[in-house]
């Protein structure tokens, strides 16, 4: 093991409902904090393997990919590449990961997987963010084991906060019974649009019931955000002066601020 003290802030992108910006900010958060000089692992642990296809990882190249971490005990070195974003790292998924669930039913020690290999390379990084899949499954439960913090996306729509209190505990059941360190870090409202009402009021009543977890960024709805997944690029190297580029900019910065002041009061 390395002498050095430092590990990665081990980050999970979690919300049950599907659609509501989990890979979006994954990838390009993660991007944000590349761009600030932090080395970053993005581990997707959705089957869907979006966050692999928006950053480029071929179908092909997806060998070993989580789920061999997740099922044979695969090093982490051996499964993550580079992206075309300097410091930003992902270890790509597959479909295979769907069938996790069920061949690690008699594993005791299933909630862990993902942890212990994280261990292993805790050291190597500044960030870890995890995309889990839209589910409270095996996988997020895996993601949630081997994380300190969750960052839930909340779209901003109608029944956007419903489902969040089976979300909040099944974070404190983990948090109770598997990894004491859990914590909720932050909300991120997404897909905000202005000219809508309903964006508005979502958003008040996230703010009235989530208090100061909820970021003061805001991520806006906004087209380049949808179209750079297509181009296998973060969108902040697709369209780096974009609202929604702009706007996980500012988020990075905030969680980078709000991280800092927490040492700070800590240090006191
Ligand atoms: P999840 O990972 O939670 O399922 P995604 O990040 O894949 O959600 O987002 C769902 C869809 O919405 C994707 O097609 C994505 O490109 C699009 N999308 C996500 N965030 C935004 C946004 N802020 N503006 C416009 N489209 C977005
Ligand atoms: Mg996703």
Redesign the pocket.
Known sequence: MSQTEHSAHIIALA?QK????????TINLGTALAATGKRVLLIDLDPQG?ASTGLGIEGEARDPSTYDVMIDDTPLDDVCHSTIVPGLFIAPSTTDLSSVDMELFEDAGRAARLRTALDRVRNEYDYVLI?CP?SLSLLTVNALTAASSVIV?LQTEFFALEGLSQLMSTIREVKQALNPELDLLGVVL??YDRRNNLSAQVAEDARATLGDKVYETV?????R??EA?SHAIPALLYDNTSA?SLAYQRLAAEILKREQNSRLVGAE
């Open positions: 919300n599907g659609g509501v910006g989990k890979t979006t900010t979006n995309d839209p996306p997404t897909m991520i806006p709805r906004n087209v955000l949808s997944p929604g």
